[in-house]
């Protein structure tokens, strides 16, 4: 074994956690890794059936199937093929790795350690200042194996934030022609919607504060169209709803006053980008969409995963922090109690700052177009991934 040469590949290890966020993320990692680096990635997974809501053509019934260049494998217990060790051994957001993966690492550090993989912990993203001092720190674990912590992040000291590397000027093609959210629009359904009329995506998790913007929008001197998949959004709007959830279908409206509910189908991850490009603001959850709403250079609100003792207010205040930094101080403070109030389901502090907001829109606009490139700041986590495993 020792004079084996070690396999290039990556293994990315990924438990689903609140559908589509941790697989969310890790696809398109390992798209990314596959496309731009020609890496050989084997992703595995445990939950194929939520995976193939963001990957359609996905069978939830195979053990192994290879799309975008990636090998995904379901994550059973024990796993159904044999673990072959590559370059690079990637647990997404601290997930714990099967046994005989384990006992594999151990067999190779102690018989041949050339071999063992670069063994990472992908954690979540967060712009608190304490990731700067921890990314990339060593952990030595109890079986004499070698882990480092990744931290995504958005400064020039952390992992990054994955963004392909041609996204931004697709993104600016789609937006300069305003018949391509027309037509998305009407592909997916979606009827009467003018090019004046605003449109605001809904991803978001339960919380009353979305029934207070609902009622707001309804009295909006403007039609507004609210795009809801069917799903945990949904489920604070039964009052405003004709049937119980699991009778909507894709395409239905809903009319309140000149706010119009338009119930979405599930769509890959291409399409839902698409979808945030399209739309005036979008009010996105978790880590994927939270990114991707960000790359959409759209004003937006952040509904973040909730945490015991309300840590996640402390995460999103560190981003709020961050993301106004260049905005004009009036401007910043509506922005960010509006993100308040809605994490905190304040019904009529959610409505007032809407309210407050909506006439600095243009700026806010502005500021939206320019903080995806002073985000990135210069390498995006794949890069930057690439870059530790050579430097390691």
Known sequence: MTNTPRSTHWDIFCTVVDNYGDIGVTWRLAKQMANEYQIPVNLWVDDLASFSHILPTLDPLKTAQSFNGVNIIHWTKPLP????AGEVLIEAFACELPEQVKAQLVYLHQNAPESVPIWLNLEYLSAEDWVEGCHGLPSLQANGLKKYFYFPGFSAK???????????????AWQANSANKLQLFSQLGLKRIEAQDTVISIFSYETEALPALCELWQQSAEKIHALIPKGRSLNSLTQLLPCDIAALVPGQQINHGNLTL????????????????SCD???VRGEDSFLRAQWAAKPFIWHIYPQEDDYHLVKLEAFLKLYCDNLPPKIACYWSELNLAFNQAQQSAVSLHWQNLNPVNLPLLHHAKQWPINALNA??????????????
Do not use: Y
Not at 262 to 277: A, E, Y
């Open 379 to 392: 390498a995006d986590l794949a890069t930057r991934l690439v870059q530790f495993v050579k430097n390691s």
């Open 281 to 283: 603001f979008n009010i």
């Open 262 to 277: 338009h119930i979405l189908p599930m769509t890959d991850q291409q399409g839902f980008d698409r979808l945030l490009w």
């Open 81 to 84: 093929i044999a673990f072959v």
């Open 158 to 172: 952390t992992g990054g934030l994955i963004c392909e590397q041609d996204l931004f000027a697709e993104r600016d």
